[in-house]
T-cell receptor, first 110, second 115 residues
Framework: AQSVTQPDIHITVSEGASLELRCNYSYGATPYLFWYVQSPGQGLQLLLK??????LVQGIKGFEAEFKRSQSSFNLRKPSVHWSDAAEYFC????????FGAGTRLTVKP | DAGVIQSPRHEVTEMGQEVTLRCKPISGHNSLFWYRQTMMRGLELLIYFNNNVPIDDSGMPEDRFSAKMPNASFSTLKIQPSEPRDSAVYFCASRSRTSGDNEQFFGPGTRLTVL
């Protein structure tokens, strides 16, 4: 069965610092992978997705993620974090039967 | 496009009462998903529909939960009778199976509190 692990429950970074959020997945075939962001009291917004092709995918708001099949990982990165990036981030795998990780809460220090 | 619309945004009810959550998917989308989000269990897929037909309801926690999609533009999730442990945020999402985009678009959610 497909599953997603986000090892970090909470991460704090300083504004302007780089960010990497980890995601490991378990999937029987070529995975459909997503990163969503959720601000407090809001729904989920898609940051980026990977289905096939180039393993480095670019998303909105300056985010990118790299698919590494050998490590079963799909880590999210941003070179310089802004205060407005503070939110909960979810990695997900699958299509119709999408499974979400537990989420990583990002705090940005001024 | 208005996006996925959910109503009500907040619902407070007493244990034992019937609760109905509503969802209007994005026009033209032919898949609809219901999720529940809690602190303890995170985001869980409850049920999804393709072309108004329920495909997988294995995530529905109990018989107290039921979902319908009478047409392409409307779906309901009903809890009868409600219990305090049903308190959660319920999200509806929709997707186009034909556009090739594959992204699920989420509504703002309904925050349910059962006293």
């Amino acid at each position: 069965a497909q599953s997603v692990t986000q090892p970090d429950i909470h991460i704090t970074v300083s504004e302007g610092a780089s960010l990497e959020l980890r995601c490991n997945y378990s999937y029987g075939a070529t995975p459909y992978l997503f990163w969503y962001v959720q601000s407090p009291g809001q729904g989920l917004q898609l940051l980026l997705k990977y289905f096939s092709g180039d393993t480095l995918v670019q998303g909105i708001k300056g985010f990118e993620a790299e698919f590494k099949r050998s490590q079963s990982s799909f880590n999210l990165r941003k070179p310089s974090v802004h205060w407005s990036d503070a939110a909960e981030y979810f990695c997900a795998v699958g299509l119709d039967d999408m499974r979400f990780g537990a989420g990583t809460r990002l705090t940005v220090k001024p | 496009d208005a996006g996925v619309i959910q109503s009500p945004r907040h619902e407070v009810t007493e244990m034992g009462q019937e609760v109905t959550l509503r969802c209007k998917p994005i026009s033209g989308h032919n898949s609809l998903f219901w999720y529940r989000q809690t602190m303890m269990r995170g985001l869980e897929l409850l049920i999804y529909f393709n072309n108004n037909v329920p495909i997988d309801d294995s995530g529905m926690p109990e018989d107290r939960f039921s979902a319908k999609m009478p047409n392409a533009s409307f779906s309901t999730l009903k809890i009868q009778p409600s219990e305090p442990r049903d308190s959660a945020v319920y999200f509806c999402a929709s997707r186009s199976r034909t556009s090739g985009d594959n992204e699920q678009f989420f509504g703002p959610g309904t925050r349910l509190t059962v006293l």
